[in-house]
């Protein structure tokens, strides 16, 4: 397992590889469709050079304290074009979610500069076991997609696709496609 830490540095994401096991640490952002509209429309400078979890966490309040409760990714994919965006204007270059990004646009995007991260759909409860609430943002979206600051540590991750261009999502398709066609010769 690869320990990594925020901030992350351009020279450690170049390192990672698509099938690198990550125990991820530091601050993240919870995004999804109505924060990206948000943070592309306004400035959001607190997600500058940060991290954006897919995910609309679950929580409970106990006085003046929020527990996550539940917080499993959501699907990455309606976000292509909006993560692009947000690649660029906020210099973000770690993205987590599940099902991946795979488009060649968002590859080429990453290049050298970004990685994919997924994080395993129905983990939900034991990830909001590595999280602490930091702040909230834009809590009138309500839970789901207001944006959540968010402190892990230990949060284990898969590199599915890397700063190269490589992609476990492209590679498994190509795979599957031969399968097909052998089959049904």
């Given at each position: 397992?690869?320990?990594?830490?925020?901030?992350?540095?351009?020279?450690?994401?170049?390192?990672?590889?698509?099938?690198?096991?990550?125990?991820?640490?530091?601050?993240?952002?919870?995004?999804?469709?109505?924060?990206?509209?948000?943070?592309?429309?306004?400035?959001?400078?607190?997600?500058?050079?940060?991290?954006?979890?897919?995910?609309?966490?679950?929580?409970?309040?106990?006085?003046?304290?929020?527990?996550?409760?539940?917080?499993?990714?959501?699907?990455?994919?309606?976000?292509?074009?909006?993560?692009?965006?947000?690649?660029?204007?906020?210099?973000?270059?770690?993205?987590?979610?599940?099902?991946?990004?795979?488009?060649?646009?968002?590859?080429?995007?990453?290049?050298?500069?970004?990685?994919?991260?997924?994080?395993?759909?129905?983990?939900?409860?034991?990830?909001?076991?590595?999280?602490?609430?930091?702040?909230?943002?834009?809590?009138?979206?309500?839970?789901?997609?207001?944006?959540?600051?968010?402190?892990?540590?230990?949060?284990?991750l898969i590199v599915t696709m890397d700063s190269k261009g490589h992609s476990i999502y492209h590679d498994i398709y190509l795979q599957s496609k031969k399968k097909i066609k052998k089959f049904l010769k």
């Amino acid at each position: 397992m690869i320990k990594l830490n925020t901030p992350i540095k351009l020279n450690e994401i170049k390192k990672l590889r698509v099938g690198d096991e990550i125990l991820f640490s530091g601050t993240i952002f919870t995004v999804r469709d109505q924060a990206y509209n948000y943070i592309l429309k306004h400035n959001f400078s607190a997600i500058k050079n940060g991290v954006i979890y897919h995910a609309g966490p679950i929580v409970k309040q106990e006085g003046k304290k929020i527990i996550p409760i539940s917080a499993g990714p959501t699907t990455s994919t309606r976000f292509m074009e909006r993560s692009i965006k947000v690649m660029h204007k906020y210099h973000v270059n770690i993205f987590i979610g599940k099902a991946g990004m795979d488009d060649s646009k968002v590859k080429q995007a990453m290049k050298n500069k970004a990685i994919y991260l997924a994080a395993v759909g129905g983990a939900g409860v034991l990830y909001a076991q590595t999280m602490k609430i930091k702040n909230i943002y834009l809590k009138e979206l309500g839970m789901a997609d207001a944006i959540w600051e968010i402190e892990v540590k230990n949060f284990p991750l898969i590199v599915t696709m890397d700063s190269k261009g490589h992609s476990i999502y492209h590679d498994i398709y190509l795979q599957s496609k031969k399968k097909i066609k052998k089959f049904l010769k």
